[in-house]
């Protein structure tokens, strides 16, 4: 009885996933509506699918990276000794002082500076992977702010600030879906000097204009508009936030 059970579990859940990943792709609107109208049964929570869609995402990216981002021997024994003899000749102390603008003679040490930055170099993977782990927890904290723009400039079509929520996680998820099979094509393809693939990327901003037609039911002309003071909002907003969390990670000494 218990493997029956698990067995239909299983069934369900696959079904509710290709189900879920089809709407998203070709009904990014229709499919929010459908979900807070009360049609649930039918489809994986946008969280989930959002987590699911977001680890396959960075596990790509951490690959991707990985591969491409490698130093040689030489080119570190290189930085490396240039490090030491700028160290030596008081260059990178001096600019370095330059940055600490309110004189706080403590915000860089110098020698503490150089060890994080030679340990960097050494294994670049490793922090790598550190910062995207960063990067994740920021996109995924963003998408309620980027939801409350969403409500700003739609509230009247949608007052339901839960709506703009769950299109915000829906059109994440699909961005992270497009942009891994990409990366997936790079990864199983490597060194070609043609990437058709890459074209697909041209596809966001036509998804998310008619996903916010569907959902939101507003004129063309009003829709591109309002899209693009969005677009712009959000941008500002996720450099302010992704500058913040590089200092961040930076006074963690990129752990």
């Known amino acids: 009885f218990l493997m029956v059970d698990l067995a239909g579990n299983i069934f369900s859940f696959d079904t509710r996933l290709l189900r879920s990943l089809k709407d998203l792709i070709t009904r990014p609107g229709s499919y929010t509506l459908e979900y807070i109208n009360g049609h649930r049964m039918r489809y994986v929570p946008p969280l989930r699918l959002y987590v699911f869609i977001s680890f396959l995402f960075f596990l790509l990216l951490a690959t991707f990276v990985n591969r491409n981002v490698i130093i040689s021997e030489d080119i570190k024994s290189s930085i490396n000794s240039n490090l030491k003899k700028g160290l030596k000749e008081n260059e990178i102390s001096a600019d370095i002082e330059n940055l600490n603008i309110e004189g706080d003679t403590d915000l860089f040490n110098v020698t503490e500076f150089l060890d994080i930055l030679q340990s960097v170099i050494n294994d670049p993977s490793r922090y790598m992977n550190s910062f995207l782990t960063f990067v994740s927890w920021t996109l995924f904290l963003l998408m309620p702010l980027y939801a409350f723009i969403l409500w700003l400039f739609f509230r009247k079509s949608q007052p339901y600030y839960y709506c703009h929520l769950i299109f915000a ?26 990437q058709p693939e890459n074209y697909a990327l ?21 829709t591109f508009f309002r899209m693009l003071a969005i677009f712009f909002l ?16 930076f006074d963690l000494k990129f752990l």
Request: aromatic share 22%.
């Open 169 to 194: 996680v829906n059109q994440h998820a699909f961005l992270f879906l497009l942009v891994g099979v990409v990366l997936g094509f790079n990864l199983l393809f490597p060194n070609r000097s043609f």
């Open 202 to 222: 041209w596809l966001i901003p036509v998804y998310m204009f008619i996903g916010k037609k569907q959902l939101y039911h507003k004129g063309w002309i009003a």
């Open 234 to 249: 959000y941008l500002i907003l996720f450099m302010v936030v992704i500058s913040l969390l590089f200092a961040l990670w």
